[in-house]
């Protein structure tokens, strides 16, 4: 073997019950699995792993590394987790498929998320192309969503109406290419504009398209405040429509109008599944939420574009029109809750010069504005908006699986954009014993591997990928704090992709070993309209 992994705990991404194995790799592949009672495995290198547990990678099925895996080749935020593969394209935007104007208008709307790109070579313009761009090496696998509200800026711009016959037909088409192209489904942010002002009657048509496709749905859904739990049964119904599985985004319920009200949810997607829907949902374990500021406007106030937006606010009378609808009716932007401006803490900025803010708490809508303005809608934020009891009751669900929601822009990040899954293992699991270890392992690996129909990924098992982790049950623990969030995990020493080490005795290497990870599913009918070319 090239390498065997000695006298492990295996915990092998099933749910089923640990056991002790020596595990070979050979080729980037598990070779061979064996228990106690035989000859030892032997290799051209051997790990003692007595006292840990090796399970398979850990997948992170809502991230927002989409430059910075290329801007940072350590990419220790996610390496030093145990992750292998994330789920890039979330929330309906980022750089593909793009044009020149709509790349431009990206740039700046989602710079909040990951900085303006301009350090980043955006060569590409296709979902292919991106994927390609990847495929030169990267710190850990992506799998990549086709956001549909880059798609619609793409074909609409950043207009509040209803597309047209054409208009709906060209973002079929787009959505068909970039699936053919690799893409494993398709992402909407229906609190983010231009996707929010597609009707579902236009999700539908577009979902029908990732249905053929064998794909699936992940929605940022309309609201995760009042209304929420109506949000989810449009998703639900939007996806039994169009015959799509479905993947709800960081399935949460926000807002003191939804504390303690998970059990209402839970029972919405239990009714759901016991009728036949194929519904899947990912959560992070932390309490606050993590935006851009701009993000809480009211969706007329962003119609035309990020300039246009700009426009609005210098402009005073329209600017207490964006204040009422904050602070008074609760916008679309923000959930339909009126803004507690106390709950909403600056994580980053765009412009050096408003480093100032960074950490502070804002004090109303006067602040805030002039916030906007200066740093040209580029300002990230917490929101302490979460409840615990709904944090802990969702995560024990059936067909929960992980992901971060990691953002790694700006001078203050959310915590668990470094810290998720040790957070999962060290808290939930061994302090709070909230999760089993087996269960919670198959809900950061198996079930993911399950949702992406990956063949070979997300088990310990021969004939897989070595994409694999081994940590400490006894110490595995985020080190990330809001404090200090770009504090690195600890009970973490070996992760492998392919077999080769990303970390090695609790180090990054130099090993770039991650590719994209694309799916090629063949048309299942006529909904998969021809690709764009």
């Keep these: 073997m090239d390498l065997v992994m000695r006298g492990a705990r295996v915990v092998d991404g099933t749910g089923g019950s640990a056991y002790t194995a020596d595990v070979g790799i050979e080729g980037g592949r598990i070779a061979e699995i064996r228990r106690p009672g035989g000859p030892r495995l032997s290799g051209r290198r051997t790990v003692d792993a007595d006292g840990l547990v090796l399970a398979p990678g850990f997948i992170d099925m809502h991230a927002h590394s989409d430059l910075a895996l290329l801007r940072d080749p350590a990419h220790e935020a996610k390496a030093a987790q145990g992750v292998t593969l994330e789920v890039l394209g979330q929330d309906g935007l980022s750089y593909a498929p793009v044009d020149d104007r709509t790349l431009a208008d990206l740039r700046t709307q989602i ?22 761009r990847l495929d030169r090496g990267i710190a850990v696998n992506a799998a990549y969503l086709v956001p549909q509200g880059s798609v619609r800026a793409l074909v609409m711009g950043f207009e509040d109406r209803p597309a047209t016959v054409g208009e709906l037909r060209a973002m079929k088409e787009w959505v068909a290419r970039g699936l053919s192209e690799g893409a494993v489904g398709m992402s909407s942010g229906l609190t983010y504009t231009p996707g929010m002002y597609a009707s579902d009657a236009e999700l539908t048509e577009l979902c029908r398209v990732v249905a053929a496709y064998d794909g699936y749905y992940c929605p940022h859904h309309r609201s995760y405040g009042a209304g929420a739990l109506t949000a989810y049964r449009e998703m639900l119904a939007l996806a039994r429509e169009a015959g799509c599985a479905l993947h709800l985004a960081h399935a949460t319920m926000n807002f003191e109008v939804n504390a303690g009200r998970a059990p209402e949810l839970l029972e919405l997607l239990d009714r ?17 939420g993590c935006t851009t500021l701009a993000a809480l406007l009211p969706s007329w106030a962003a119609a035309g574009g990020p300039g246009a937006t700009l426009e609005r606010l210098r402009d005073d009378a329209t600017a207490e029109r964006i204040r009422y609808a904050l602070e008074v009716e609760g916008s679309d932007g923000s959930h339909g809750v009126p803004m507690d401006w106390s709950a909403v803490e600056v994580s980053g900025v765009g412009d050096p010069g408003l480093r100032g803010h960074v950490g502070t708490r804002l004090d109303g809508w006067p602040t805030a504005r002039r916030l906007l303005l200066a740093d040209r809608l580029g300002t990230t934020i917490l ?9 802990v009751t969702i995560m024990r669900h059936r067909v929960h699986t992980g992901g971060s929601d990691g953002i790694l822009h700006g001078a203050k990040p959310h915590p668990r954009a470094y810290g998720t899954f040790p957070r999962y293992l060290g808290h939930y699991v061994r302090e709070a014993g909230v999760l089993g270890l087996e269960e919670c392992v198959a809900h950061l690996t198996g079930r993911p591997a399950a949702r992406l129909r990956l063949p070979d990924r997300g088990l ?29 995990p600890t009970g973490i020493p070996h992760v492998l992709i392919d077999g080769r080490f990303v970390v090695e005795d609790g180090r990054r290497t130099a090993v770039l070993a991650g590719r994209a990870v694309r799916r090629r599913p063949a048309r299942r009918g006529p909904a998969a309209d021809r690709p764009a070319r």
């Design 383 to 391: 929101q302490h908006v979460g409840d615990e009891a709904n944090v």
């Design 272 to 288: 759901a599944l016991d009728g036949g829907a194929d519904v899947s949902l990912d959560t992070y374990p932390y309490t606050p």
């Design 111 to 132: 710079a909040g998320w990951n900085g303006d790109g301009r350090d980043v070579d955006i060569d590409w313009r296709s979902v292919g192309e991106y994927l390609d």
């Design 460 to 488: 310990v098992r021969e004939g897989y990928r070595a994409d694999l982790v081994l940590f400490d049950p006894a110490t595995v623990a985020a080190g990330a704090t809001y404090d200090r969030p770009r504090a690195l």
